[in-house]
C-alpha cells in the first residue's frame, strides 16, 4: 500500500510540475501538489508502521538472566550470567572460586533490553 | 451548432459561478473545483463505511499475519524443542501438528449439580492425554523436563487457537460483508494481540523452563522450605513440616523444577484430615491479576482460597475450610497477564522475597503456639525448585 501511495505521489507531482508553466492552470498545479503531499505523508507513515512491525517481530525484548550466590553466608560471591536451558532457582552449579562453598541459583529472571526513558 | 451550445453553456455556468460564489476567474478551474467538490461529497457520503470496513479489514489482516508468525514460529520452537530433548528416534512434527487441533467440553452445567467433580474429571482426563502425548513424541526426555513440553503443548495450542479463530471470523466478515462482525473483531484486536504476544513469550519460557510470573507463589513456598526435608503428598505436590518460633508449619507447593501445578486442594485436603482438623490457618499465596496502572509486584493481602484454577481445587479448599471452621488468609502479588505466563520480572522475584516476610509475620502475630498452619504456594513452579 506504501508503494501505491508513493506511485500516487510521484504522478500527482509530475503532473503538478508540468502545469506550472501555464499560469492559467496554476490552481491545478496547487492541488496535485497538496495531493501528493497527501500521497507522500500516507506512504511514509505506512512504510514506518510496516518497519516497525518487522523490528518487533525479529528483536527479542527480554534477556533471561541468572543469579547466583556462594551458599556460604559469609561469603559475598555473587554473579550473573545469560540463561541455560537447565538452570532453575536453588539448582546447585559447580563450587565457589572465592571459599570453594556450593554456587546456587537464586533467581532467574527477565531483563529488559528496552532502553527506558527518565 | 454544438460549438454555439457548449459556448452558451460555459456563459451560462460562468454566469452561475460569479454571481453565486462572486468569482470571475478562469471557468475551467471553477468547474472543476465544483466538480471535484460534488465527486468527493458523493464520494463521502455513499462510500464511507465501506472505506472504514477496508480500514478494519487491513487491520484484522496485519493482525492476522502477526497470528500467523507466532503460531507457526510457536510450533517450530515446539518441534525443534521435542527433537532436543526428547531425543525420538521419528519426526515428531505430524504428531504435532495434529495434535495442535487438541480440545477439551467443559460439562454440561444446566444441571449444576455434582459438576465440579464431572469437571475434576474431565480436567484430569486432558491432563493424562496432554502426559502420554509429551511422553510419546519425547520418550527419552528426562522426566524432570517433559511436564515444560505439555506446557510448551499447551501454549502453542493456544496461539493456534487464536489464530484459526480471527481467521474464521475475518473470512466470515469478508464472505458476509457484516459491519457488526468486522468492527467486533477489530474492536477486539488489541486484547487478543496483547494475549497471542503474552502466549508467545509462554512458549520461549517453556520451552527453556525458566520461570514464569505466575511461579511467584510457589517461588515463596520454596524460599520457605529451602534447606529443610520435603516429601511428595499427594500427586506432584511436595510438603515440608519445620518449627518456626514454637508453631508447626506445612508449606506445600508444586512438584518442580517441571512445569507443574499439581493439585494444591487435595494435598491441603489431606494435611487438614491428616492433622483432625486441628489447623489454626491456611496461607495461601497466589499471583494475581493487576488492573491497569498498579504496579507490578505490588502486595495485596485478603481472605478466602487464593487459586486461579479452574474449580476443582478451589472447591476441596472451601469445603474442608468450612467443614472445621479454618480461616484462610490471602496473599497476591499483582501482575499482568503478560507477566503471568512469560519469564518471572525482577519486580515479582523482589516482591517473593517481602511475600516470605510477610508469611513470617502473619504466623507471629494470627497463630499461637504449639499451633499447626498451612501455608500454600500456589502457581506453576517451572524452573523453580525446593
Same mark, same amino acid.
Given at each position: 500500500?506504501?508503494?501505491?501511495?508513493?506511485?500516487?505521489?510521484?504522478?500527482?507531482?509530475?503532473?503538478?510540475?508540468?502545469?506550472?508553466?501555464?499560469?492559467?492552470?496554476? &490552481?491545478?498545479?496547487?492541488?496535485?501538489?497538496?495531493?501528493?503531499?497527501?500521497?507522500?505523508?500516507?506512504?511514509?507513515?505506512?512504510?514506518?508502521?510496516?518497519?516497525?512491525?518487522?523490528?518487533?517481530?525479529?528483536?527479542?525484548?527480554?534477556?533471561?538472566?541468572?543469579?547466583?550466590?556462594?551458599?556460604?553466608?559469609?561469603?559475598?560471591?555473587?554473579?550473573?550470567?545469560?540463561?541455560?536451558?537447565?538452570?532453575?532457582?536453588?539448582?546447585?552449579?559447580?563450587?565457589?572460586?572465592?571459599?570453594?562453598?556450593?554456587?546456587?541459583?537464586?533467581?532467574?529472571?527477565?531483563?529488559?533490553?528496552?532502553?527506558?526513558?527518565? | 451548432?454544438?460549438?454555439?451550445?457548449?459556448?452558451?453553456?460555459?456563459?451560462?455556468?460562468?454566469?452561475?459561478?460569479?454571481?453565486?460564489?462572486?468569482?470571475?476567474?478562469?471557468?475551467?478551474?471553477?468547474?472543476?473545483?465544483?466538480?471535484?467538490?460534488?465527486?468527493?461529497?458523493?464520494?463521502?457520503?455513499?462510500?464511507?463505511?465501506?472505506?472504514?470496513?477496508?480500514?478494519?479489514?487491513?487491520?484484522?489482516?496485519?493482525?492476522?499475519?502477526?497470528?500467523?508468525?507466532?503460531?507457526?514460529?510457536?510450533?517450530?520452537?515446539?518441534?525443534?524443542?521435542?527433537?532436543?530433548?526428547?531425543?525420538?528416534?521419528?519426526?515428531?512434527?505430524?504428531?504435532?501438528?495434529?495434535?495442535?487441533?487438541?480440545?477439551?467440553?467443559?460439562?454440561?452445567?444446566?444441571?449444576?449439580?455434582?459438576?465440579?467433580?464431572?469437571?475434576?474429571?474431565?480436567?484430569?482426563?486432558?491432563?493424562?492425554?496432554?502426559?502420554?502425548?509429551?511422553?510419546?513424541?519425547?520418550?527419552?526426555?528426562?522426566?524432570?523436563?517433559?511436564?515444560?513440553?505439555?506446557?510448551?503443548?499447551?501454549?502453542?495450542?493456544?496461539?493456534?487457537?487464536?489464530?484459526?479463530?480471527?481467521?474464521?471470523?475475518?473470512?466470515?466478515?469478508?464472505?458476509?460483508?457484516?459491519?457488526?462482525?468486522?468492527?467486533?473483531?477489530?474492536?477486539?484486536?488489541?486484547?487478543?494481540?496483547?494475549?497471542?504476544?503474552?502466549?508467545?513469550?509462554?512458549?520461549?519460557?517453556?520451552?527453556?523452563?525458566?520461570?514464569?510470573?505466575?511461579?511467584? &507463589?510457589?517461588?515463596?513456598?520454596?524460599?520457605?522450605?529451602? &534447606?529443610?526435608?520435603?516429601?511428595?503428598?499427594?500427586?506432584?505436590?511436595?510438603?515440608?513440616?519445620?518449627?518456626?518460633?514454637?508453631?508447626?508449619?506445612?508449606?506445600?507447593?508444586?512438584?518442580?523444577?517441571?512445569?507443574?501445578?499439581?493439585?494444591?486442594?487435595?494435598?491441603?485436603?489431606?494435611?487438614?484430615?491428616?492433622?483432625?482438623?486441628?489447623?489454626?490457618?491456611?496461607?495461601?499465596?497466589?499471583?494475581?491479576?493487576?488492573?491497569?496502572?498498579?504496579?507490578?509486584?505490588?502486595?495485596?493481602?485478603?481472605?478466602?482460597?487464593?487459586?486461579?484454577?479452574?474449580?476443582?481445587?478451589?472447591?476441596?479448599?472451601?469445603?474442608?475450610?468450612?467443614?472445621?471452621?479454618?480461616?484462610?488468609?490471602?496473599?497476591?502479588?499483582?501482575?499482568?497477564?503478560?507477566?503471568?505466563?512469560?519469564?518471572?520480572?525482577?519486580?515479582?522475584?523482589?516482591?517473593?522475597?517481602?511475600?516470605?516476610?510477610?508469611?513470617?509475620?502473619?504466623?507471629?502475630?494470627?497463630?499461637?503456639?504449639?499451633?499447626?498452619?498451612?501455608?500454600?504456594?500456589?502457581?506453576?513452579?517451572?524452573?523453580?525448585?525446593?
Amino acid at each position: 500500500m506504501s508503494i501505491v501511495f508513493s506511485l500516487a505521489a510521484f504522478v500527482l507531482f509530475t503532473l503538478g510540475l508540468t502545469n506550472l508553466d501555464t499560469e492559467a492552470e496554476a &490552481g491545478f498545479s496547487i492541488d496535485y501538489f497538496l495531493s501528493g503531499a497527501v500521497c507522500l505523508v500516507l506512504s511514509f507513515l505506512l512504510a514506518f508502521q510496516h518497519k516497525k512491525q518487522l523490528q518487533y517481530r525479529l528483536k527479542p525484548r527480554f534477556l533471561s538472566v541468572v543469579t547466583v550466590k556462594c551458599s556460604n553466608e559469609n561469603c559475598n560471591f555473587k554473579e550473573e550470567r545469560e540463561f541455560k536451558r537447565g538452570d532453575y532457582i536453588f539448582k546447585e552449579v559447580g563450587s565457589c572460586p572465592k571459599c570453594n562453598s556450593p554456587l546456587v541459583i537464586v533467581a532467574i529472571y527477565a531483563k529488559s533490553l528496552k532502553k527506558r526513558f527518565t | 451548432m454544438f460549438c454555439n451550445r457548449v459556448g452558451r453553456l460555459r456563459g451560462g455556468l460562468k454566469l452561475i459561478l460569479v454571481s453565486f460564489f462572486m468569482i470571475n476567474d478562469s471557468l475551467d478551474k471553477y468547474i472543476l473545483d465544483v466538480l471535484f467538490f460534488v465527486v468527493f461529497a458523493l464520494f463521502i457520503t455513499l462510500f464511507n463505511q465501506r472505506i472504514q470496513v477496508w480500514m478494519w479489514i487491513r487491520d484484522a489482516e496485519g493482525a492476522l499475519r502477526r497470528l500467523h508468525f507466532l503460531a507457526s514460529s510457536a510450533k517450530d520452537i515446539t518441534i525443534k524443542t521435542v527433537k532436543e530433548v526428547g531425543n525420538p528416534s521419528f519426526d515428531p512434527a505430524p504428531l504435532i501438528d495434529d495434535f495442535l487441533d487438541f480440545f477439551f467440553i467443559e460439562p454440561v452445567s444446566l444441571d449444576p449439580a455434582g459438576v465440579i467433580q464431572r469437571l475434576e474429571h474431565i480436567l484430569n482426563t486432558r491432563d493424562k492425554r496432554i502426559e502420554a502425548f509429551a511422553k510419546k513424541i519425547a520418550p527419552n526426555a528426562d522426566p524432570m523436563f517433559l511436564p515444560n513440553i505439555e506446557g510448551l503443548l499447551e501454549a502453542t495450542i493456544v496461539l493456534n487457537t487464536l489464530y484459526r479463530e480471527i481467521r474464521h471470523l475475518l473470512l466470515l466478515g469478508k464472505k458476509t460483508k457484516s459491519v457488526v462482525f468486522l468492527m467486533q473483531l477489530q474492536m477486539f484486536l488489541p486484547i487478543i494481540m496483547r494475549y497471542a504476544e503474552a502466549f508467545f513469550g509462554a512458549v520461549d519460557a517453556f520451552s527453556g523452563g525458566k520461570p514464569i510470573g505466575d511461579g511467584v &507463589g510457589a517461588l515463596v513456598a520454596a524460599k520457605l522450605m529451602r &534447606g529443610k526435608p520435603h516429601k511428595e503428598i499427594v500427586e506432584k505436590v511436595v510438603a515440608s513440616e519445620f518449627d518456626f518460633e514454637g508453631r508447626r508449619v506445612v508449606v506445600i507447593k508444586a512438584k518442580g523444577p517441571g512445569a507443574e501445578v499439581g493439585k494444591p486442594g487435595e494435598a491441603i485436603a489431606r494435611i487438614v484430615a491428616q492433622n483432625s482438623g486441628a489447623i489454626a490457618r491456611i496461607i495461601m499465596i497466589d499471583a494475581a491479576a493487576k488492573l491497569e496502572g498498579e504496579k507490578t509486584g505490588r502486595i495485596a493481602e485478603g481472605v478466602g482460597a487464593a487459586i486461579g484454577d479452574p474449580g476443582p481445587e478451589k472447591y476441596k479448599i472451601e469445603e474442608i475450610a468450612v467443614k472445621y471452621g479454618i480461616p484462610i488468609d490471602a496473599i497476591a502479588i499483582k501482575l499482568s497477564l503478560e507477566e503471568a505466563i512469560t519469564v518471572m520480572r525482577k519486580e515479582i522475584l523482589e516482591a517473593a522475597e517481602k511475600v516470605v516476610q510477610r508469611v513470617l509475620n502473619i504466623i507471629k502475630e494470627r497463630v499461637r503456639e504449639g499451633e499447626t498452619v498451612i501455608v500454600a504456594g500456589i502457581g506453576n513452579t517451572i524452573g523453580i525448585g525446593q
